[in-house]
């Protein structure tokens, strides 16, 4: 982003002048009276609250003027609860932008010695202040006591903005430049549309009230009375200038009930459409291949329009141009890949590229134009029924499930109707799941209601055909008698359909597709019997006893206790059905947990089928011998393999720790025997990893290989136990800087360099190879032709770090420095950057040297890294690396000095407070600089801190005169004998002169130099 300097005019184009606005400051009961419902009186209320009281002395004593500004004061009189309280403060008889913000700052507190250049920190009786971005002006007021749940207080100051010649209409395309004294009309006018474009002053009577003034100067009240929404200025200018302004008139328009002026929704339309010169909005990419509007904006404006009023989104989108570009799965068929095919229909042939899976376009473009009616008729009423617990994972559920029809799933039934097999439902998956990537749907945070959860979605569609069929239940069996109950197999039929019953969102969405279909008389009828049914199971649960339904199934089996032969799992549901109706009949349980925990144990006991199964079939001599030096015999290598399937088990069945279950339910400790001391796996694996990778790395390969060939029917303890080494294989890399092959073939290649360094094969060094890209399956992302992995650092680390937690290694205690392996694989990615890494950083990160394992993972991933362009080799930066970390080496022949030496009284006065990390970065150059020139092993630290001290005073005369006026010779010593005035700056230039020259000065000194000066001033006088 440009700092440079903009000029007013730039600005000011945009800008409608008080002469164009008939009326441009409103009173509040101006404003109350042409709208009524506002809810200007609760931000009144909430401005009352302490925490904004230093706002009101920067008014009082700095004579700034603070504005409301933005969302809030639209939505306040749209008769919307105020939220997101923005403020502008302005100075306008501050003589210039620096000086207005420093009497800002210095009103609030002063700096905090650890603040950074990009993050500036003011701490003082009003809380931490924190400058959020210098181009932008932003602070963020952090109040003291803040309570848990509440937001900053966001204070800017005006700014100017304009975008850059090079712009292509993206968010970062701007000059941007904060301008403290800037009238706030200036700041309005860079604004998208006039009902955003409002301020609200907040001044105060001399008996303390607040009182309010809106000022208008582009006409957004008038626009707010007609419900109308107006780009500020020229529309095609607030666009072109800003292209996903258009996604905001488009979310604004949904979610106000604003309707967009003519000339706003020609631009739009306009900059969508299709020709040679300009792709769509949504189209556009910049130079670089990136999409000008990030999909992640993308998906932010859509959502919120989307999950407001998902129908007039549909809508508004089809007029403005948006509909073809958003969803094309209603208007183009394109083809799915067989890999995107869902697995069941790959058989198919007539389904992949070698025959389009829409080939009928006539059949099929009439048969889209339904769905998308249906789907917009389903919405509506979905809206209606259920606006309150809707969410917009059932919109698009709604929106996508019936986008896999096509002729292929198409059939005519005995009565004539036209009717689909269910696997149009696979199909509707795949397209719903593309939907969702191509859009980055999903991209919204964890918390956020608007998140999109695919998985959820597919499962609903997984389970649609389920709910269609409970709605032709033939109940003939209880026509002579309604009060029969239903039977045990319709029970469970409803419960694996509608798990939440009433409650659950596939029942409602199943209610709005049934009553906007043509034939909704007769799918009325068959919903309430539904809902009557789904009525009585609830009534059969709430008068059952508190348990788990689901403790144990044959997909439990398979899923968490790692079976695999459906005769061995049919034995075992069957013994364990047993047991569980046993432990239910003689037991009361506080909880479903207690009761699982207790099937648990006696379901691994030493005569179970489980134990039976691991014992003859899932833990091989292969498995035991792998791990037989760690161990006194084979027979206790494979009881700790048998002790990681506990732990692995345990986890998944129970979602916490073998130990943390042992102490909740003793009988857990008493059936597998845990006061047993045993070596735990991981550690035994890890030395074995270090001391043999090559047969660790293929003990591992062939299991994975085995599992991913014949699925269940051949799984091995290497697949079970490392569930997140696999997906490596085959996870594809960008050539550009991994011509090697895939992430496990890079994988192997970092255990060959550790050894060609000569690197100590530690099992921590071990461990942070095989976890430290396990990050990038889940990561992975392609744009254009690159492949790139943002964020894989700290995602291993979290996987790392839950491997750890189901094997029931204790952090604290175990013999593999854990803490360090974790914070290897997290800051492994970190150094990969364009600015270089500095001495003192290196330090930090690496304070061991070349023995620190960061250093080792980083280099061995450097040097197993082959890119497609010898000329990209990475040789150069691990060679300036470890020169860094070499040198970090020598301040090991005094261990702990250079801390001791900047700690000390001496070297903390001459620092000082100001630019300490500059000041620290030089310090320590300078320390491992005196260090290399030790021609011998005698070392006098204090010969090297008087050295390296003077070189510090030598390196910057700015920071030495400063520590002369600080420390040496203060202002007050020299008013006390009677010296003032330039007077004092010229003794203290002469001081820091006899520093820069290398002299020593002592105490006596300085009186020397204040006894002379006096005598002058006296025989001046004289």
Not at 147 to 152: H, I, M, Q, R
Not at 236 to 243: L, T
Not at 506 to 521: F, K, P, T
Request: net charge negative; charged share 25%; with cysteine.
């Amino acid at each position: 982003m440009s700092t440079k300097r903009l000029s007013k005019t730039q600005v000011s184009e945009s800008l409608k002048t008080s002469e164009s606005v008939e009326h441009t400051v409103w009173t509040v009961a101006e404003l109350n009276e042409q709208f009524p419902n506002n809810t200007l009186a609760s931000i009144e209320e909430d401005l009352s609250d302490p925490q904004f009281t230093p706002l009101w002395g920067l008014r009082e004593r700095l004579g700034a003027n603070v504005y409301l500004t933005g969302g809030i004061v639209r939505d306040a009189l749209l008769a919307q609860a105020p939220k997101d309280y923005d403020f502008i403060v302005n100075f306008p008889n501050m003589p210039d932008h620096q000086t207005a913000r420093e009497a800002f700052e210095n009103y609030f507190g002063t700096a905090d010695a650890n603040s950074t250049q990009g993050e500036r920190k003011i701490v003082g009786p009003f809380g931490t202040l924190v400058l959020a971005g210098e181009d932008y002006g932003v602070y963020r007021l952090f109040p003291p006591n803040m309570k848990e749940g509440d937001e900053p207080i966001d204070i800017a100051f005006p700014r100017r903005e304009a975008p850059t010649e090079q712009s292509h209409g993206g968010a970062k395309d701007f000059d941007m430049q904060s301008d403290a004294t800037l009238e706030v009309t200036e700041d309005l006018a860079r604004r998208d549309f006039t009902v955003n474009a409002l301020a609200l002053e907040i001044s105060q009577t001399p008996e303390g009230k607040q009182v309010f003034h809106l000022k208008d100067h582009v006409g957004g009240i008038t626009d707010l009375q007609n419900k109308e929404l107006n780009a500020v200025g020229d529309p095609h200018q607030r666009i072109a200038e800003y292209n996903s302004r258009a996604l905001r008139a488009l979310r604004f328009a949904v979610q106000k009930h604003l309707a967009l002026s003519p000339t706003l929704q020609e631009v739009i339309k306009r900059l969508n459409a299709k020709n040679e010169t300009q792709p769509p909005l949504l189209a556009k990419v910049k130079p670089d291949g990136r999409f000008v509007i990030p999909r992640e904006t993308v998906a932010k404006e859509v959502l919120k329009a989307f999950g407001h009023d998902p129908t007039k989104t549909l809508e508004l989108s089809e007029e403005l141009g948006f509909l073809a570009d958003l969803f094309p799965e209603f208007f183009s068929f394109e083809p799915l890949s067989k890999r995107e095919l869902p697995s069941k229909l790959r058989t198919r042939t007539e389904l992949t590229n070698e025959s389009h899976p829409l080939d009928d376009p006539t059949f099929n473009t009439a048969l889209r134009t339904r769905v998308f009616e249906h789907a917009k008729r389903a919405l509506t009423h979905h809206k209606e029924l259920f606006d309150e617990v809707a969410t917009v994972d059932d919109y698009l559920f709604i929106l996508t499930y019936e986008l896999g029809k096509s002729h292929h799933f198409a059939y005519t039934d005995a009565k004539g109707s036209e009717r689909f097999t269910p696997e149009y439902l696979l199909l509707s998956q795949s397209y719903m799941k593309q939907m969702v990537d191509r859009l980055a749907l999903d991209s919204m945070s964890t918390n956020h209601h608007l998140k999109v959860h695919p998985d959820r979605i597919e499962h609903m569609m997984g389970r649609y055909y389920d709910a269609i069929s409970l709605l032709s239940v033939d109940l003939d069996y209880r026509q002579q008698d309604p009060h029969l109950p239903l039977s045990a197999q319709l029970i469970e039929r409803i419960l694996r359909t509608f798990p939440e019953l009433t409650n659950d969102p596939l029942w409602r969405i199943l209610q709005s597709n049934v009553i906007s279909a043509s034939d909704s008389d007769l799918g009325v009828d068959q919903l309430a019997r539904l809902e009557q049914q789904l009525c009585e199971v609830e009534t059969i649960q709430a008068n059952a006893p508190d348990r788990d339904e689901q403790i144990i199934s044959g997909g439990i089996f398979a899923k968490h206790f790692f079976f695999e032969r459906s005769r061995e799992i049919a034995v075992a549901v069957t013994s364990s059905d047993k047991l569980r109706l046993e432990l239910i009949s003689t037991n009361t349980f506080e909880s479903d947990l207690q009761l699982r925990r207790r099937f648990f144990a006696k379901t691994m006991g030493p005569q179970s089928p489980t134990r039976t199964h691991w014992n003859n079939r899932l833990v091989a001599e292969k498995d035991g011998a792998l791990l037989a030096s760690q161990y006194k015999d084979e027979t206790m290598a494979k009881r700790s393999v048998l002790r990681a399937l506990e732990r692995a088990a345990c986890f998944s069945y129970l979602g916490e720790s073998l130990d943390e279950a042992a102490i909740n339910e003793p009988a857990i400790a008493a059936e597998l025997g845990l006061r047993e001391a045993l070596v735990p796996f991981v550690e035994s694996f890890a030395n074995i990893l270090a001391q043999d990778p090559q047969r660790a790395l293929l003990w591992l390969e062939n299991g994975f290989k085995k599992d991913m060939r014949n699925g269940l029917k051949s799984r091995e303890v290497a697949a079970v136990l490392f569930p997140e080494i696999k997906p490596l294989m085959g996870c594809e890399q960008d050539d550009t800087y991994h011509s090697e092959g895939d992430v496990w073939t890079h994988t192997k290649l970092l255990y060959e360099t550790a050894q060609k360094q000569g690197f100590e094969q530690t099992p921590e060094l071990a461990l942070a190879i095989l976890f430290h890209d396990t990050g990038k399956p889940k990561t992975q992302t392609r744009e254009l032709d690159r492949i790139h992995f943002f964020g894989h650092e700290k995602v291993s680390t979290t996987i790392l770090r839950e491997f750890f937690d189901r094997q029931g290694i204790d952090l604290d205690t175990s013999s593999i420095d854990t803490e360090k392996v974790l914070y290897a694989i997290e800051h492994h990615g970190d150094f990969y950057g364009n600015t270089p890494l500095s001495l003192l950083e290196a330090r930090r990160f690496m304070p061991e040297g070349t023995k620190s394992l960061l250093y080792q993972l980083v280099v061995c991933d450097a040097l197993a890294s082959i890119p497609a362009d010898p000329s990209r080799s990475s040789a150069e930066f691990v060679s300036n690396l470890t020169d860094l970390v070499q040198k970090i080496e020598l301040e090991h022949i005094v261990p702990g000095a250079f801390d001791a030496f900047v700690e000390s009284d001496e070297m903390t006065a001459l620092v000082g407070t100001q630019s300490l990390s500059a000041k620290h970065e030089l310090l320590y150059g300078l320390w491992i600089e005196a260090l290399q020139q030790i021609s011998d092993k005698k070392v006098d630290i204090e010969e090297i801190s008087q050295r390296v001290k003077v070189s510090f005073i030598q390196a910057n005369r700015e920071w030495t005169r400063s520590y002369v006026g600080r420390a040496l010779l203060m202002g007050k010593q020299c008013i006390a004998r009677g010296i003032t005035g330039k007077k004092i700056g010229e003794l203290q230039n002469s001081l820091t002169d006899m520093l820069m020259d290398g002299q020593e000065v002592t105490e006596e000194t300085i009186s020397m130099l204040l006894l002379e000066k006096t005598r002058t001033q006296l025989e001046s006088l004289a």
